[in-house]
């Protein structure tokens, strides 16, 4: 009865206030027109831009077939016996994340949206899908918080397509982005971070057990103590902690991480603490129960020179002997990267993808020759098989 509404306080609302919400409205959907408009020619010079690959990658085709094609262009075979004029894409948009850690997004003080992620139990994109644009835009020209060394010139979203298909024993992945123009890394002799690969492609796929990895996907790998991060120990720590060091096989920086694989992970850095937990290792018996446990981020790479590699991510990253085959092509201003993996693997760190189930993945893409957090990234991404549901409906071909 309390808390019940009291009708002798009912007032009418004030005719200046309906006016200027009526206002409000009318402009936010002038401006969400415009940007629909802006999304849709963006879309549509992509297009042209695939159409353009397209066409050059047929016209590389008939020079194989003449037998003037240069032998870089040979040997494409991953993924030929899909037809991807018959799968749907995806549009997907990778944002530049900076310094924006695990902690970070857990922490109050740092992110506005720490209590619903870690309370409420609601994902990133919940809050954030519509806004990557924003987000990645302003983080990319530096901030404070999030990013101390921008590099000028950097774009911070790439525009990409996936494409996914299986057979009856692998999963095929096909993913297309325009390329841009060099921006040198200030902070870098000769301004590229990795000279050997101007771009290099990651996808993970969450296992379970992971604390909000369903939420978070990869994000749940990236601390505040790793690589070019605010919390990066540094060389000396890192050869000063001895057996730690030589478990994570590291001296000058320290790889990503899954929080199961520590004692502690410091989220909140009161009273100076540095965020994050790389020195809390657990015990090789408990890591290996987790891997056994299934606990661990599933890890494929493709690097600008087609080759790959498939591991895991626990406690560091691992490179297992997975099957992996790739290709990436660089044609008519756009990249195409394909490839492929079994469906199911008796390799430890493989998640095996089934019928039915559906998976929390995770796409990078590491342009104009960056590493470490200089890439670009999704937010947590649905995937299932032959499931029109999921944001990427791997089809069966």
Partial sequence: MIEAPNQNFVRE?????????????????????????AKKAQQEAMQAQITAAVDAAVAEERAKAS??????????????????????????TLFYPGQASFEFVQNGKQHGGARPLTKGGDQCTTCHAKELNNIGNKIVKGTDNTEPTPIPGKRGVIDATMQAAHDDENVYFRLQWPDA?????????????????????????????????????CWATCHADNTYMPFDPGPEAIAASGDVAEMLQAKQSIQ????????????????????????????????????????FMDLMRVYADGSATNGYLLERRVQNDGDITASAKLSAGMWTVVFSRPL????????????????TVGFAIHDDFSAARFHHVTLNTSLALDDETAQINVVGR
Avoid: C
């Fill in 181 to 217: 123009p060099h921006a040198p890394a200030p902070f870098v002799d000769g301004g590229k971070m990795d000279p050997e690969n101007q771009i290099k492609v990651a996808m993970m796929i969450t296992g379970t057990g992971i604390k909000m990895g369903e939420q978070v996907g």
């Fill in 256 to 295: 990503k991480y899954l929080s199961e694989t520590r004692t502690k992970v410091e989220i909140k850095g009161r009273r100076g603490k540095a965020q994050g937990g790389w020195n809390k290792l657990k015990s090789a018996e408990e890591i290996d129960q987790l891997l056994a446990d299934g606990t």
């Fill in 13 to 37: 609302i004030p005719k200046e206030y309906m006016e200027s919400l009526a206002r409000i409205e009318a402009k936010e959907a002038a401006e969400a027109e415009a940007a629909s408009a």
């Fill in 67 to 92: 037998g003037d094609a240069n032998a870089a262009d040979a040997g494409d075979t991953v993924g030929a016996n899909i037809d991807w004029s018959g799968v749907d894409s995806v549009d997907m």
């Fill in 344 to 359: 199911t693997s008796d390799k430890p760190g493989d998640v095996p993808l089934e019928a039915g189930k559906t998976y």
